[in-house]
Each structure stands twice: as structure tokens, then as C-alpha cells.
């Protein structure tokens, strides 16, 4: 039987020599130009591929731009987002450079910009969507956690007149802010900055209304269960306040957040204050006129809880009638309206009433009955 004849296997440097070889041979006896193929009578385009050699391959950079000759060109001010990020980051170095005093050597010395911000994240990480109101010492927007896409209030301290730093109610607020938690009690998450130094925001939960606008949306009043649920919650979170020796001095409605579950929070501390025992005076101009006590009327120097618990009293009132209990526009209307529903003051009723310091500026009427039961029946 006859053995199948072996094919020769050359050497790969032989294999490159013959293909050279033949491929020089075939190329010599074509003419320049490739012949096309033809399928079914039609013309097909001969592509011929050439392999780099290996000084093409060390000569050709790392980096390629890729241009696309059918690619439309961007129309004027459309950015791509590379080229945004290189402009925002080019207008972050671009900032002027924050200069700041030394108290113990007298000298100015510059912050250096990777601690431009301190410790705290950029208001840039929040996508504001709206603002939903102004609070005492504040702007508030709803905005959005690009990191975990969760909806805050973000609120904008006022720096308008303040030339040395943060104001002291707004270092009261965060203050107090930071160590409160509780469910009735508005939660402050973090502060974050901006490129100056007057942007500074209070991170917040967000409640979708405050009571306020509720009321005057609402077409009914609340019934008696619904002021009975808001009202409890407002003393739990009042009541936490008062065992942490904090007065809040601005209850109102307005201050008075609800969430879409019907939770009731406490908000706007930027009127708040610690007090201890002895009690030391207080700023008497405090708290909303319609909510304001009548000790705070007559000019008391010192401030305790009833401040808070009177306009407690008056938040209540307002819930059941859909209006205000006492809708002053001044300080003496105020005092003749408390006076018309609730009497005219006496030591035998009130103990320390003649001793008030504005006691003898009012002169107020006989009055001497308790109109408030006939009020709400």
C-alpha cells in the first residue's frame, strides 16, 4: 500500500520568505490597480488590509481621537460632558483665593483650595428643584441628593448684612439642630457650602406642606379628631424641646411642617434658645405678634415655657375656628384683644402682673369676664 505524500512544513522565517517571494511575483505580473470581484454580475470592491510593521506600531501614539467624517457638527454652546467638567473645573481654580486673618499672629494667610470647603460637601451635590418658602432668618428650596437621589429642604442661611461670619442665630440653630432627635422635631442632616463664604445651606427632611398653606386650601376646617392628632403631636415634640431646656419662641402654623403620612414636625429654630435655672433675660421682641404673650407684651425680662405653651393655645384655637385667635396689627391692638376675650388682668388672677414694666403704658379696659367658652360653642 502506498503511503499519502507529507506536506513539507518550513520554517516560519522560510514560509515569510517564500510568501514574500510570490506575492512580489504575483504583484509583478498584475497590472497596479486590484481587479474587482463580481458577484452575480455585479461589481464588488476589492479591500486589501495592510498589517502595520512594527516601527508603525512604536511610532503610533496611545491616545487616538477617533473622527468621524459622517458625524454632524455640534451646534454653538452644546457641550459635551467631558468638556463641561473641564469648565467647571477650570472655574473652581479660577476662584478668587479665600483670605482669611490669624487671631494669634494678626497676619492674612490663604486657604488652600483642596480645604476650600472644610469638612462639608458642596451645595453642588444637591440639584435644586423649587423654592417652597422663607423662613426667619432664611430661604428654603425642595432639592435633590445626587448621591442618594433623596428629596431635602435646602435651606439658605442670610449673609446680607453679616460682615463678621455666621450669624449668631444661625450658629444657634444648627447648634440646636444637631443634637435634637425626635419624630415631631424637624431633622437637620448636614450643612454644606458653597464656593464663597456667605453660601452656606442647612440640609434638612422634607415635608411636602406646613400647616399654614393647609389652612388655607382647605375648604372645612379640621374635624375634631384631625386638630386633636396635630396638636398631640405638636406638645410631644414641644414637650421633648422643654425637657432639653430649650424655649423654641416662634410657634405658628406657618412653622408647623406635616408630611404626606400626616406627621407633624417642628421647624424654623432660628428664634430658639437655651435657658437654665436662675432664668437670665431675654430679647422681649420675639415670637409673632398674633402668637406673642401677653408677658412679652407688657415687657417680662424673663422668658420661660409659657411663651411657648401660649402660642400653643393659639395654634389650637386657630385649627378648630380656621382663623386666627388674635389677629393684632399692633402691640396695643394685641393687649386690648386678649383683654376683650379673656379679661382684664388682676394680681388675684395673675400673680406679678402690676410689677411688669409696661404695666402703666396700657390703659386697659373693664373687662371682667372669660369670653372664650362662648368663642368655640
Known amino acids: 500500500m502506498g503511503s499519502a505524500p507529507r506536506k513539507q512544513v518550513l520554517p516560519v522565517e522560510e514560509q515569510s520568505v517564500r510568501n514574500d517571494s510570490s506575492s512580489s511575483s504575483s504583484s509583478s505580473s498584475s497590472s497596479k490597480s486590484p481587479r474587482p470581484l463580481s ?27 477617533i473622527a468621524d467624517a459622517n458625524k454632524e457638527p455640534r451646534p454653538m454652546g452644546v457641550r459635551s460632558n467631558v468638556e463641561r467638567l473641564e469648565m467647571e473645573s477650570t472655574a473652581e481654580t479660577d476662584l478668587e483665593p479665600l483670605k482669611l486673618k490669624s487671631l494669634k499672629t494678626d497676619k492674612t ?16 451635590e444637591f440639584e435644586k428643584m423649587n423654592r417652597i418658602g422663607e423662613g426667619t432668618y432664611g430661604i428654603v428650596y425642595r432639592a435633590r441628593d445626587t448621591r442618594t437621589n433623596e428629596i431635602v429642604a435646602l435651606k439658605k442661611v442670610r449673609m446680607d448684612k453679616e460682615k463678621d461670619g455666621i450669624p449668631i442665630s444661625s450658629l444657634r440653630e444648627i447648634n440646636l439642630l444637631l443634637r435634637l ?18 453660601s452656606l445651606f442647612l440640609v434638612m427632611s422634607y415635608c411636602e406642606q406646613d400647616l399654614a398653606s393647609l389652612l388655607e386650601n382647605m375648604q372645612s376646617p379640621f374635624s375634631e379628631a384631625q386638630v386633636k392628632c396635630i396638636v398631640l403631636q405638636l406638645l410631644k415634640g414641644l414637650a421633648y424641646l422643654h ?7 416662634d410657634l405658628k402654623v406657618s412653622n408647623l411642617l406635616m408630611t404626606d403620612k400626616g406627621c407633624v414636625k417642628i421647624a424654623d429654630f432660628g428664634l430658639a434658645r437655651v ?9 422681649p421682641r420675639v415670637v409673632t405678634l398674633w402668637y406673642r404673650a401677653p408677658e412679652l407684651l407688657l415687657g417680662t425680662k424673663t422668658q420661660t415655657t409659657a411663651l411657648d405653651m401660649w402660642a400653643v393655645g393659639c395654634i389650637f384655637a386657630e ?11 399692633s402691640e396695643i391692638q394685641q393687649v ?25 403704658q396700657y390703659s386697659l379696659r373693664k373687662q371682667p369676664y372669660n369670653n372664650l367658652k362662648n368663642k368655640f360653642t
Open 39 to 65: 458577484v452575480n454580475n455585479s461589481v464588488v470592491p476589492l479591500i486589501i488590509i495592510t498589517a502595520p510593521s512594527r516601527e508603525n506600531l512604536l511610532e503610533t501614539p496611545l491616545c487616538l481621537k
Open 109 to 124: 494667610f490663604v486657604i488652600p483650595h483642596r480645604e476650600r470647603l472644610g469638612k462639608c460637601r458642596s451645595v453642588k
Open 181 to 198: 432627635r425626635h419624630p415631631n422635631i424637624v431633622e437637620l442632616k448636614e450643612v454644606v457650602v458653597g464656593s464663597h463664604l456667605e
Open 243 to 249: 425637657h432639653n431646656f430649650i424655649l423654641h419662641r
Open 275 to 283: 435657658y437654665g435655672i436662675p432664668l437670665q433675660p431675654m430679647t
Open 319 to 329: 385649627l378648630l375656628a380656621h382663623k386666627p385667635l388674635l389677629p393684632g396689627s
Open 336 to 360: 386690648d384683644l386678649i383683654v376683650q376675650l379673656l379679661g382684664t388682668p388682676n394680681e388675684s388672677i395673675w400673680p406679678g402682673f402690676s410689677r411688669l414694666p409696661l404695666v402703666g
